[in-house]
């Protein structure tokens, strides 16, 4: 995984943990997802609570908060993400962290029984990258041990989703409306000739142009709000038109430099969510993909040296379309 990619995470995560960000995407997103839940809870149900877990780019630990709550405590979770890692150990007491990307760890071999990942191993970088990072997981696995992993698929609901969130990121950030709040606000919070007659006028109908795009996007959907208890990005959107006409109207009841820092910690999470849909999009695998990876992997090893099973998919709800594939393996 490059830097940039570590710090997009970073301030992802950063984001989610913070208590001074606008906090529109704290606790949602795909991980979150109920399909995912019982997946997981079937596959930590087949093990032994002694069983020695490691996830490799575990994020905050949402596939090892399910192993958690059935009993397992030999947790450990790698990330390239210090804040990710810092999450999960206020969620999950007593797991390891590792800070190290998936295809550099520096564990130690033959050390694990079960290697996990959910929408994180496929993030390494280029499918060289990837051949490394799964390289790493043969090394640090017990002979005996097994691998399973949610990967985002290139074909399915989840890209689907991401493309759409990049699209109206960039409505949001070309809208120029966080930029065009706080000038209002401040105009508000210093009177001067900018707060009198057609200046200020200017500035008030300038905001509501830049508000304009976003309000048609959402008024888009007849089903609003059902729409956005499934839509995380809509969820976020919403939070920040009502927010800043609640800051622009109630200004005297806000200090001006916890405003300006609540529309500056807006723009990082914009920043941080667009960083992770470009990843998102970025590490999608496609069923060649996978199966490259395969033959690189029986050409290192030996075909029988890892033994995958079928390539599946994993659907949520109804969907037809996929919406990651299943990956899973073992080392005999």
């Keep these: 995984m490059t830097n940039t990619n570590a710090k997009n995470w970073d301030n992802y995560w950063q984001g989610r943990a913070s208590q ?4 529109a995407l ?26 020695k877990v490691i996830d490799f780019a575990c994020g905050a630990g949402s596939v090892l908060e399910h192993a958690n709550n059935l ?17 999960m150990s206020q969620k999950i007491a007593g797991a390891k962290t590792i800070c190290a990307p998936v295809n550099l760890t520096g564990l130690e071999s033959e050390a694990y029984d079960l290697a996990v990942s959910q929408f994180g191993i496929e993030y390494a970088g280029d499918k060289d990258s990837l051949f490394k990072a799964f390289k790493e997981i043969y090394r640090t696995l017990r002979f005996g041990g097994k691998i399973v992993i949610i990967a985002h698929t290139t074909d399915g609901v989840i890209m689907e989703g991401c493309l759409a969130s990049l699209k109206q990121i960039n ?3 070309e809208s120029g409306f966080i930029e065009r709040s706080q000038q209002v606000f401040t105009a508000l919070k210093e009177p001067s000739e900018k ?36 839509n995380e990005f809509m969820r976020f959107a919403y939070h920040l038109l009502e927010s800043s006409h609640r800051l622009i109207t109630h200004h ?9 820092n609540w ?13 992770r849909m470009l990843s998102m999009t970025k590490a999608a695998l496609s069923s060649q993909d996978i199966s490259d990876l395969k033959e690189k992997l029986a050409a290192e ?13 994993l659907h949520f709800n109804s969907n037809t379309k996929p919406a990651a594939w299943v990956i899973r393996a073992s080392k005999p």
């Design 263 to 275: 529309f500056e910690g807006m723009k990082e999470e914009l920043e941080a969510y667009k960083g």
């Design 252 to 260: 005297t009841n806000y200090s001006e430099t916890d405003a300006l």
């Design 301 to 313: 090893y030996g075909p029988s040296k890892l033994d995958f099973e079928e390539l599946k998919t």
């Design 20 to 23: 001074q960000s606008g906090n």
């Design 171 to 173: 409505l949001i950030k």
């Design 195 to 230: 707060t009198n007659g057609e200046a200020f006028y200017e500035l008030t109908q300038k905001l509501n142009d830049t508000a304009q795009p976003i309000m048609e996007w959402l008024k888009s959907y007849p089903e609003l709000e059902a729409e956005k208890t499934k």
């Design 26 to 51: 704290i606790e949602v997103g795909i991980e979150r997802n109920h399909e995912l839940k019982k997946f997981w809870t079937k596959v930590f149900s087949n093990e032994v609570k002694s069983t």
């Design 71 to 87: 009993g397992f405590s030999d947790l450990s979770g790698l990330d390239v993400s210090e804040k990710a890692l810092e999450v």
